[in-house]
């Protein structure tokens, strides 16, 4: 966007989510309150809650805006549901990291997580997402996910029309499942036939469809459309086919030009590396354990794994080409079990995988996606 400095590109190995006891969670806690006015409500009944991390602050996400997230910023997302077997409320909290979110914001993200978890006596399993290699258990949650350039300050609730700098979505989809829109460069060039694209500006939405695009392409780009246009009421969207070639597409080819003079785009591909698809490897069970005074890991087996390889005095890593899990024992220290996120982090960092998901879960909290990896 026109007007803000480029981020240099993230790299997750540089990153550092082990910040408990660092100037970031003293600066948190000279924030916070006694109590967080956030978690008033937090977890009363089941639904998903999403706040966004501010200033070392928590504030609550319009719900209008769910599966909105910005690069520039973390938040923190829970899910609460029932137990299938009884009343008891049961939940998933995760927090998320853009790609250009600052080392104090997602920190505080972490931070936070922890503390929320607290609140609901320890029962949530806790998550680490980041953007683009969300876990399949986060991307359910919502029927589309928009990654937005910049940060919420600069979206479209916080700019009047005269100062609305224009916006290009390319959607993307292997299937109506994977379907994804992710925000690129105002810019004829990144225009293709081969997906479809949504131009926002002051007044108006075009949904280009090209003429290579796949349905479960313009399915997405639908709900995308009526997503944006609750955000702006006011909005005249305007579909744009590509086979066409009529007024209606010379008027959407007009608009993409005058965007282009008024936003000053980098074009490069943020997003190349993260499109590839993970290979394939053998799972791998790490244990960790602190019994000799440091933080040590060592790797227990690969490939078959099973629950007997599970013992309650230490806490696990099991690593998959598409996850990290952490098994945390009943019978660990308290060190341990309190750390089991910066653990994931630490570990990862090590690895050629720094961005996978990361799924923490106590002994006897064990999910069916944990599950489902150690039987395949």
């Not at 008891?88 to 080392?103: M, R």
């Not at 313009?218 to 997503?227: D, I, T």
């Not at 590396?273 to 069970?285: G, M, Q, W, Y």
């Not at 995988?353 to 039987?375: D, N, Y």
Request: proline share 3%.
């Amino acid at each position: 966007m026109s007007g803000l400095v480029k981020a240099k590109k993230y790299d997750w190995k540089d990153s550092n989510l082990a910040l408990f006891g660092s100037d970031t969670e003293k600066s948190v806690k000279k924030a916070a309150a006694e109590t967080e006015p956030a978690w008033k409500q937090a977890g009363k009944k089941p639904g998903l809650q999403i706040w966004r991390i501010n200033k070392f602050k928590v504030e609550t996400w319009p719900t209008d805006e769910y599966g909105s997230f910005y690069q520039g910023d973390s938040y923190i997302i829970l899910n609460t549901y029932k137990d299938e077997d009884s009343d008891k409320l049961l939940y998933d909290v995760h927090f998320w990291i853009g790609k250009e979110s600052t080392q104090d914001e997602y920190g505080t993200a972490a931070y936070k997580t922890v503390e929320l978890d607290t609140l609901l006596d320890d029962v949530p399993v806790q998550h680490r997402e980041v953007q683009h290699h969300e876990s399949v258990l986060f991307k359910s949650y919502f029927k589309n996910i928009a990654y937005w350039k910049g940060g919420a300050d600069t979206g479209f609730r916080h700019v009047a029309p005269e100062q609305f700098k224009p916006r290009l979505l390319q959607i993307t989809a292997r299937s109506r499942q994977q379907a994804q829109a992710k925000e690129v460069a105002v810019k004829r060039s990144k225009i293709t036939s081969d997906d479809v694209f949504i131009l926002v500006t002051s007044d108006k939405l075009y949904q280009f469809n090209g003429k290579s695009c796949n349905k479960d392409e313009k399915y997405k780009a639908c709900g995308v459309m009526r997503e944006l246009s609750s955000q702006r009421p006011k909005t005249e969207q305007i579909i744009v086919d590509e086979e066409e070639n009529d007024d209606t597409l010379r008027e959407f080819w007009e608009a993409v030009d005058a965007a282009d003079q008024l936003v000053d785009d980098d074009d490069e591909d943020e997003y190349a590396d993260n499109d590839k698809e993970t290979r394939r490897v053998d799972p791998k069970l790490v244990r960790l354990s602190d019994s000799g005074g440091s933080l040590q890991f060592s790797e227990v087996k690969s490939g078959d794994i099973g629950m007997k390889d599970f013992k309650a005095q230490d806490v696990f890593l099991l690593h998959t080409s598409k996850e990290l899990f952490v098994w945390i024992g009943g019978r660990t220290s308290e060190n341990e079990k309190s750390n089991g996120i910066p653990y994931a982090h630490k570990y990862l960092c090590e690895t050629s995988t720094p961005f996978l998901p990361v799924t923490c879960m106590k002994q006897g909290q064990e999910t069916k996606a944990f599950r489902t990896a150690i039987a395949a």
